[in-house]
């Protein structure tokens, strides 16, 4: 990943984007419980502080091989992660992928739409190309990307394993002008 390091400082005055810290096993504790989340992502579906941690090192170790960069997505007046937001590279030159989740009791607040917005912002800097793959039926996350100028460039058909099933996904982008 080009200049592979945490940004400095990404904020919009809401939301802060900033690396884990072990104070942040609420969050993955609640993550947990939401059925969605670990089939799709690394967060252990069975919490436990032991687990809690292991996935905050592993956030961190993503930076320290490259393969990416996770961030948690923090209320900026209080500094509680509520979320998570990750730039991790495609094999293709310049082009990384995002994904991200927020906690269930703070969604439809707009704080995935602002998390997205800044982690793409800062991301443009750096790739010529972001990109986004989101089930057809997720129109959250749809509208997230939409929400924020990603293009919908079409579906790539039993694309991924998702829990037990494969699963079409929509390819999102947005690309630097
Ligand atoms: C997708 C996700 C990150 C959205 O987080 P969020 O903070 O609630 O998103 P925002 O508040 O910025 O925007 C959500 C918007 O989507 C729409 N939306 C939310 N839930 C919806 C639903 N069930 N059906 C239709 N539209 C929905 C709404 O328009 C909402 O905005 P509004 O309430 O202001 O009208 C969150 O639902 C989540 O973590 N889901 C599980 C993990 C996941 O799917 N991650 C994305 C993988 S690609």
Do not use: K
């Amino acid at each position: 990943m080009a200049d592979l390091a945490y940004p400095a400082d990404l904020t919009d005055g809401t939301v802060r984007l900033r690396p884990w810290t072990p104070g942040d096993l609420p969050c993955i504790e609640q993550a947990a419980t939401d059925p969605r989340i670990p089939e799709n992502t690394s967060v252990p579906a069975r919490y436990s502080p032991e687990e809690g941690l292991a996935f905050i090192h592993r956030q961190h170790q993503r930076l320290t091989s490259g393969q990416g960069v996770s961030l948690a997505i923090s209320h900026h007046a209080t500094g509680e992660a509520l979320g998570l937001v990750i730039l991790q590279p495609r094999p293709q030159s310049g082009v990384a992928g995002l994904g991200y989740w927020v906690v269930p009791a703070a969604r439809r607040h707009g704080l995935a739409s602002r998390a997205v917005g800044l982690m793409t912002e800062w991301a443009l800097g750096r790739y010529a190309r972001i990109e986004a793959w989101v089930e057809p039926g997720n129109d959250a996350s749809r509208y997230v990307l939409a929400e924020n100028g990603f293009q919908c460039e079409g579906v790539l058909r039993s694309f991924l394993v998702i829990g037990p099933r494969r699963a079409d996904m929509l390819v999102y982008s947005r690309i630097r002008d």
